[in-house]
C-alpha cells in the first residue's frame, strides 16, 4: 500500500505491482516517466547478466533508444550565422522597442528594462568603450553583481567588438588573481571595489548612458566573443576562447528548445 504522505515528499515514487517495475510522480508528466522506466529497466537486465558488473559496464539505453538519440543529435538546423549576436537584438529591439527585455527581481526590488532602453544604453557603454581603445581582440572583464547593468556591459562589450571575460564575485580572490594576472585585461567594468589595476577601469554606476550611441561596427561572428575560464583544479585557470558563431550555435538550440525559434 502506498504512503500518500511520502509520495508527497518524492520526485519519482518506484514500486513493484504485478511482477512490474512501476513509477508514479506529480512532478514529471508521462512521456519523462516512460524514458526513466525505459533506462531502469536496461539497468537492471544489465545486472540480471552480470551481477557483479561496475556501473561503467552496465548500459542504461537500450539500441532502440541509441538510434533515436543519433537522429536527433545529428539532425540538420538551419541556423543563420550571418549576423553576430548584437545584430540580431538589435533587430528585436527594433520590432518590440517597448516590451520588457530583462527583469531583475532581488530580495528587496524588483527592476525592468526594456528592449528599446537595454539597446540604447548598451550602445552608449560601447561607444564609451571604443573611445578608450576597446575593440577586436581587447578583452573586457566584468566585475559584477547579477543586474540588468550587468547584461548591458555585456551587450555593449559585444557591439564594441571586445571580448566579454566574466569575474564572478563569488570566486576565491586567489583565483580571481590568478585569471586577471594570466590575463591582464584592458577594460575593467566594475560596480563595487576590485583590488585590481586595469588599464581602464570604468564603474557602472557612473556612466552616463545618455551620450552618444553612435558606435563603429567592426566585428562579425568570426571574433571571439568570450573567453571562459577553467576551475583550475589542475593548477592555474586556464582561458577558453569561445567566438561568436560557437555562443550562437548554443542559443540557436535553446531558442529552439524552448520554442522562441522562428
Known amino acids: 500500500k502506498k504512503n500518500e504522505a511520502f509520495l508527497e515528499k ?21 512521456s519523462i516517466l516512460k524514458v526513466l522506466t525505459d533506462c531502469f529497466c536496461c539497468l537492471i537486465h544489465s545486472f ?28 540538420s538546423r538551419n541556423y ?37 532602453e537595454l539597446d540604447k544604453k548598451s550602445s552608449s557603454l560601447a561607444y564609451i ?14 566585475y559584477m553583481n547579477r543586474s540588468i547593468n550587468a547584461y548591458i556591459a555585456v551587450l555593449a562589450i559585444l557591439k564594441a567588438g571586445g571580448i566579454y571575460v566574466p569575474l564572478d564575485k563569488s570566486y576565491p580572490l586567489k583565483y580571481l588573481n590568478n585569471i586577471l594576472i594570466d590575463l591582464k585585461p584592458h577594460t ?51 582561458g577558453v576562447k569561445h567566438k561568436q558563431f560557437q555562443v550562437l550555435n548554443r542559443l540557436f538550440f535553446m531558442w529552439e528548445r524552448s520554442g522562441h525559434f522562428h
Open 80 to 116: 543563420n550565422f550571418e549576423k553576430p549576436i548584437y545584430e540580431l537584438f538589435e533587430e528585436q529591439a527594433k520590432k518590440t522597442p517597448d516590451r520588457e527585455a530583462y527583469v531583475y527581481v532581488s530580495d528587496n526590488e524588483t527592476k525592468k528594462i526594456t528592449f528599446g
Open 48 to 75: 540480471d547478466k552480470k551481477a557483479d558488473a561496475k556501473v561503467m559496464e552496465t548500459n542504461i539505453v537500450n539500441h532502440e533508444m541509441k538510434k533515436s538519440m543519433r537522429r536527433s543529435s545529428f539532425k
Open 10 to 30: 518524492c520526485d519519482i515514487y518506484i514500486f513493484s505491482k504485478n511482477n512490474n517495475i512501476c513509477f508514479e510522480s506529480k512532478k514529471y508528466n508521462e
Open 129 to 142: 568603450l571604443q573611445k578608450n581603445g576597446v575593440g577586436t581582440d581587447v578583452t573586457v572583464a566584468v
Open 188 to 238: 575593467i567594468l566594475f560596480d563595487d571595489k576590485i583590488e585590481y589595476e586595469a588599464p581602464l577601469m570604468l564603474d557602472i554606476n557612473k556612466i552616463d548612458f545618455s551620450g552618444d550611441d553612435k558606435y563603429k561596427r567592426n566585428n562579425s561572428i568570426n571574433e571571439t566573443a568570450l573567453i571562459m575560464f577553467t576551475s583550475g583544479s589542475t593548477g592555474r585557470p586556464k
